[in-house]
């Protein structure tokens, strides 16, 4: 597609359970990121990935979150056990190569929030 | 290690008045440097970038951002704001290893005033 899809746009989720994120990066691009938006503001990068391999995981919590972006279907963000500090929106972006001069394209944001 | 601050957490101008806002980067070699914006509820927009080049960049919705190597500054201005332009501004610098990877500013909230 022409923008990147994050679905769902919501998602609720009571302490301890799993929430799963989803994004489709725009058709063509190779590399997909996920950050973290805590309280409006503090974008903290979690993961990237070239195709179906991981780039940079320099962000990632090491527990409890996880990542995939397999062939032909969305790339995934899953959070075991949520916590209420996981509240935050997650955006996903995407790009053709990963320098740092590259152009990065946001979704619009998954926001998640755990009770 | 890389940092970028924008030192004003909120500001609030008339309409029609001119914007600046402010973006100060951490950054050992020439940077990537990008300006997004952030509707309530929406993702984030390019607004400009600043590879190489000229330093002063113009970008969308009337926007520009002036390079200032000697001052570590990387601030966006507009001589004319809309209303419409009330939203959370992003400056953001790129890494040069390539891993695309972006670090953001605080984020800056504009407010305009009718």
Known sequence: GEEVAQTPKHLVRGEGQKAKLYCAPIKGHSYVFW????????????????NENVFDETG????RFSAKCLPNSPCSLEIQATKLEDSAVYFCAS????????????GQGTRLTVV | AQSVTQPDIHITVSEGASLEL?????????????????????GLQLLLKYFSGDTLVQGIKGFEAEF???????????????????????CAVGQSSNTGKLIFGQGTTLQVKP
């Open chain 1, 35 to 50: 950050y973290q938006q805590v309280l409006k503001n503090e974008f903290k990068f979690l993961i990237s990935f070239q």
């Open chain 1, 60 to 63: 990632m919590p090491k527990e």
């Open chain 1, 95 to 106: 790009s053709q190569f990963a320098g740092g001069a590259t152009e990065a394209f946001f």
């Open chain 2, 22 to 42: 402010r973006c100060n980067y951490s950054y050992g070699a020439t940077p990537y440097l990008f300006w997004y914006v952030q509707s309530p509820g929406q």
């Open chain 2, 68 to 90: 200032k190597r000697s001052q570590s500054s990387f601030n966006l201005r507009k001589p004319s704001v809309h209303w419409s332009d009330a939203a959370e501004y992003f």
